[in-house]
């Protein structure tokens, strides 16, 4: 495994992010798809997972941007600035963002996978705030009563396929025993 070695090699067999020296494993960053050292960062499985899933982010662990955005590996800087954009409403990450340093190909890398938020754009969240995209499946939390039927979606019922309803931020549509209806977002969670 070349890539695994020049990875430890580059790190000093650390996460490039904490420094952790447990469970690290490769990160390739997108849209890369060149499994080359240049495309991926060595991470511990906490930074792993909350690169994979950023919603999940812990902020105070992320703290450890402050060194790792000096790293003179591009892949290390541009997972350093995506991190920082997520967090940057907690306030201590826009001073980090303020400051880094990347040149034009490795900042037009890192804007690739960042999606400019619109502040009055309507966004649709399950009962644990995860967002949530048409075509997600859901799983219903509570037994509800379909209104104008006689159906009740029971807790545990797996809503596949799921459209969002675009004016309202509260309401997504699904099929149900053949059946389209309107669900409560407050209701469902999203399946993994």
Known sequence: ?????????????KCEFCSSTVNLTPFLVSPKTEKITENHVY??????AQLVSPDKAD??????????????????KVVSYR??????????????????????????????????ENP??????????????NGDSVTVIKDLNVKGSSLIAKRGTAVRNITLVQDNAE?????????QIVILTQYVKKNA
């Open 43 to 48: 991470t511990c499985e906490i930074c792993f």
């Open 83 to 116: 991190m920082l954009h997520h967090l940057k409403s907690e306030g201590w990450p826009q001073d980090l963002l303020d400051m880094i340093y990347l040149d034009e190909a490795e900042l037009e890398w890192a804007k690739e996978e960042i999606i400019e």
């Open 59 to 76: 902020t105070n662990h992320w703290r450890c941007l402050n060194d790792s955005m000096w790293n003179e590996n591009s892949a290390v």
């Open 171 to 179: 309401h997504i549509e699904g099929r149900l025993e053949g059946q």
């Open 120 to 133: 009055n754009a309507i966004i649709h969240r399950d009962s644990n705030g995860v967002v949530l995209q």
């Open 1 to 13: 495994m070349a890539l695994i070695d020049d990875l430890e090699n580059r790190s000093g067999n």
